[in-house]
């Protein structure tokens, strides 16, 4: 695969037009000889620019690039949840995949709970591969993918970015997510299933959580975990915040959301956090993506037995 077959595949999934499956497989075998070298907790640099859910809101995903600037001019973290619920997971994962292949050193992708065969198959992502490439094939060699995503972030060795939360098995140490196996499906329960389950909350210690999986975690589990580990702020995404991010326990701890309208009804605004060189903070806020400038998604036919 060469450069200009990359720029070609990113120009083309940039239209939200599908690449071929061949190529998808290429670009999926490339991309995972490059995160077979990256950490569970992957060193990220300012300044960069931090991105929550994007659940498949290709448009929306695209309304983001022209706020926060274009990859390679812009250095970006995304958080996960990359896929499922919106129409176009399967545009939106592959032009994220093809630009990491293009640029590794200016995009870093970190896995979501809805990196996930099991999830995958419930809220959208598998059903959409086959529809539109007719077989599972592109849905494995994703899927396959995501078990090579990093774990969490370590930004300038000061801010902590993963997608859900902490976890009662990594006992307030760094060094112990650097421990896990990642390269597996995700578990129902321990310490890698908690980072990306997990959800902040306005009590002490450790809850039970709602999702059926991860935690609950308190201020004083976040006071803990900063202080042991000299950070500053853990960033996270993984929870819908009308506002587009939301702080809280003193600013410890923020909350990024970054699907505008997420499922094309709820209303929210999106934002991405910007970090400069110095780590000062700039919350930029978007909306979804103009009627006018986005596709229409192609109606499932209906079975014939339907009919």
Request: with cysteine.
């Given at each position: 695969?060469?450069?200009?077959?990359?720029?070609?595949?990113?120009?083309?999934?940039?239209?939200?037009?599908?690449?071929?499956?061949?190529?998808?497989?290429?670009?999926?075998?490339?991309?995972?000889?490059?995160?077979?070298?990256?950490?569970?907790?992957?060193?990220?640099?300012?300044?960069?620019?931090?991105?929550?859910?994007?659940?498949?809101?290709?448009?929306?995903?695209?309304?983001?690039?022209?706020?926060?600037?274009?990859?390679?001019?812009?250095?970006?973290?995304?958080?996960?949840?990359?896929?499922?619920?919106?129409?176009?997971?399967?545009?939106?994962?592959?032009?994220?995949?093809?630009?990491?292949?293009?640029?590794?050193?200016?995009?870093?992708?970190?896995?979501?709970?809805?990196?996930?065969?099991?999830?995958?198959q419930v809220?959208?992502?598998?059903?959409?591969?086959?529809?539109?490439?007719?077989?599972?094939?592109?849905?494995?060699?994703?899927?396959?993918?995501?078990?090579?995503?990093?774990?969490?972030?370590?930004?300038?060795?000061?801010?902590?970015?993963?997608?859900?939360?902490?976890?009662?098995?990594?006992?307030?140490?760094?060094?112990?997510?650097?421990?896990?196996?990642?390269?597996?499906?995700?578990?129902?329960?321990?310490?890698?299933?908690?980072?990306?389950?997990?959800?902040?909350?306005?009590?002490?210690?450790?809850?039970?959580?709602?999702?059926?999986?991860?935690?609950?975690?308190?201020?004083?589990?976040?006071?803990?975990?900063?202080?042991?580990?000299?950070?500053?702020?853990?960033?996270?995404?993984?929870?819908?915040?009308?506002?587009?991010?939301?702080?809280?326990?003193?600013?410890?701890?923020?909350?990024?959301?970054?699907?505008?309208?997420?499922?094309?009804?709820?209303?929210?605004?999106?934002?991405?956090?910007?970090?400069?060189?110095?780590?000062?903070?700039?919350?930029?806020?978007?909306?979804?993506a103009p009627?006018?400038?986005?596709?229409?998604?192609?109606?499932?036919?209906?079975?014939e037995y339907?009919?």
């Amino acid at each position: 695969m060469t450069i200009s077959d990359l720029d070609r595949q990113i120009a083309t999934l940039k239209r939200c037009e599908l690449i071929k499956e061949s190529e998808v497989k290429e670009l999926c075998h490339k991309a995972k000889e490059l995160l077979m070298d990256e950490g569970n907790v992957q060193n990220v640099f300012a300044p960069v620019t931090v991105v929550g859910d994007i659940h498949g809101q290709f448009y929306d995903l695209r309304e983001l690039f022209s706020v926060g600037g274009d990859v390679p001019h812009t250095n970006y973290l995304f958080v996960g949840d990359f896929v499922d619920r919106g129409f176009y997971s399967v545009e939106t994962f592959l032009l994220l995949l093809a630009l990491k292949v293009r640029y590794p050193d200016r995009i870093t992708l970190i896995r979501g709970n809805h990196e996930s065969r099991q999830i995958t198959q419930v809220y959208g992502f598998y059903d959409e591969c086959l529809r539109k490439y007719g077989s599972v094939n592109v849905w494995r060699y994703c899927t396959d993918i995501f078990d090579y995503l990093s774990l969490s972030a370590l930004i300038d060795h000061s801010i902590f970015a993963v997608h859900g939360g902490l976890s009662p098995s990594i006992q307030s140490s760094i060094d112990q997510i650097r421990k896990i196996d990642r390269k597996i499906e995700v578990p129902h329960d321990g310490a890698m299933c908690d980072l990306l389950w997990s959800d902040p909350e306005d009590i002490d210690g450790w809850g039970l959580s709602p999702r059926g999986a991860g935690y609950l975690f308190g201020g004083d589990i976040v006071q803990e975990f900063n202080q042991t580990n000299n950070i500053s702020l853990i960033c996270r995404a993984h929870q819908l915040v009308m506002e587009g991010f939301k702080h809280m326990f003193d600013e410890t701890l923020v909350t990024v959301w970054s699907a505008p309208n997420y499922c094309y009804r709820c209303g929210n605004v999106a934002a991405i956090l910007e970090l400069d060189e110095h780590l000062n903070k700039n919350f930029k806020r978007f909306d979804d993506a103009p009627q006018g400038s986005r596709g229409i998604p192609a109606k499932r036919a209906q079975p014939e037995y339907f009919l």
